[in-house]
């Protein structure tokens, strides 16, 4: 398996936008939550972490193919 390590503020990035992501879909799904603040907060947080998803893609693989990169 190949290593990557990625510095702080870029891996807080990637883990922020999974967590985003994830988060608003969990509320799109769930039923505790009355719907309409639940459909408003569930689909902001999962288009944020959506588009966010590609900022933080494109730091992962560029630091995969030069992984001497010094550039957070």
Known sequence: MKELVLAPPVFGFVVGT?????F???LLVASRIPD???RAIGTVLA???AVSTI???ML???RSRDPR????
């Open 24 to 26: 608003g879909v969990g």
């Open 18 to 22: 999974r967590a985003m992501l994830g």
């Open 60 to 62: 992962v693989f560029r």
């Open 55 to 57: 900022p933080a893609a």
């Open 47 to 49: 288009t944020i972490g």
């Open 69 to 72: 990169r010094q550039d957070a």
């Open 36 to 38: 309409a603040r639940r």
